[in-house]
């Protein structure tokens, strides 16, 4: 794909194409046929980060090749979501003859929502004060009719809010609505309506099982809160502080009851499990965790992890490299067999796809 283009075009036959790369490197666990969701084929990230070009008077967002490190111009970026694509000519345009607001800003980032909501953060190589405030303020105040827009301003050591750094997402799954605090450079799933599919199918997955669940790597608490209403009690772990606070905030953001979050890693969960029957003095004793859900990230499992997930009868695993993927089954399908396979398009047009296996113990 060129940068900051999409060929719609194009999308069945490269998505095609992935499928069967993945297909052909788990072939060997004999997994069921894939269930294949796709992705829109254009207008589908939910966050962009671009260099801003200064020359003259002009200024406007930037890319760069990642082989020949050419600057590439962006005016109009149809990998992002509307909300973002379509924000993106109106903020260069009422940052353009904004001196406060225009000198030395560095980079624009992005965050939106399926909901409309926008974050925008404005990064400088100069100091910031009250005056980039008050002008940042204004500006809200002047696209508020329109934009759902929160703006930041970021410079070394330094961080402005006009009002908050999140966003909160909102969404209908299986018909219960869902809502999601997204915090400013914090990981959250970039292609959304992509997401909505992996819960959906997570869900699907949840509601054939029973008893308690425990989740690794659970950050903002994306797939837990999802999940909660399927299991009798949630046990979640994550070691990012930001990422537990974000879970938290959505616990009682979705009034959920039945979910704890504790702030481990999955390496230090396995190693407390193998000392004993307690996780940061939580008695599991009185829980039945029958089923582990684990969404890693490029790495895989670690052995001890691994070791770990494989002591459950039911493990539903989410990857994001189909390489540490198959490295890890080559272990889990000594004791289990996959049940259910699927293939989420969260990265049209590159090389990059999302898995879901649903693996139960012989």
Not at 278 to 305: E, F, H, I, Y
């Amino acid at each position: 794909m060129s940068v900051g283009q999409v060929f719609p075009q194009h999308y069945s036959t490269q998505l095609a194409a992935k499928v069967t790369e993945v297909n052909q490197l788990l072939a060997e666990f004999s997994p069921p046929a894939p269930e294949v969701f796709t992705s829109p084929a254009e207008h589908y990230r939910l966050r962009a980060e671009f260099r801003i070009w200064h020359d003259g008077d002009d200024m406007y967002h930037a890319m760069f090749d990642p082989v020949t490190k050419a600057k590439i111009r962006i005016d109009y970026f149809p990998v992002a979501c509307k909300t973002i694509a379509d924000f993106m000519p109106v903020l260069i345009e009422h940052l353009q003859f904004n001196h406060e607001l225009r000198y030395k800003l560095y980079q624009i980032d992005y965050l939106a929502t399926l909901s409309g909501e926008l974050l925008v953060s404005l990064i400088y190589k100069k100091p910031l004060d009250d005056t980039w405030l008050e002008h940042a303020r204004q500006l809200t105040e002047q696209l508020a009719s329109i934009y759902k827009v929160k703006f930041i301003g970021r410079a070394r050591k330094q961080k402005l809010m006009v009002s908050e750094d999140f966003v909160i997402e909102q969404f209908d799954l299986m018909g219960k609505s869902l809502r999601y605090q997204q915090v400013e450079s914090s990981f959250t799933q970039p292609n959304g309506q992509v997401n909505v599919q992996m819960l959906t199918w997570a869900k699907q997955v949840a509601d054939q099982l029973s008893d308690d669940l425990l989740e690794l790597y659970c950050g903002n608490g994306n797939f837990s809160i999802a999940l909660a209403p399927s299991f009798n009690q949630v046990v979640a772990t994550e070691i990012s502080r930001t990422s537990i606070k974000s879970a938290q905030y959505n616990i009682e953001l979705n009034n959920i009851e039945n979910l704890q979050v504790l702030q481990m890693s999955a390496e230090d969960v396995a190693a407390a499990l193998q000392q004993g029957n307690t996780l940061k003095k939580l008695d599991l004793s009185t829980l039945q965790l029958n089923t582990v859900l684990v969404d890693p990230p490029r790495a895989g499992l670690d052995a001890a992890t691994e070791q770990l997930v494989a002591s459950f009868n039911d493990i539903i695993y989410i990857s994001c490299n189909p390489n540490t993927l198959a490295t890890n089954l080559a272990t889990l399908c000594l004791t289990h067999d996959i049940v259910r396979y699927a293939i989420f398009d969260q990265f049209p047009y590159t090389a990059h796809i999302e898995t879901g296996v649903w693996l139960r113990k012989r």
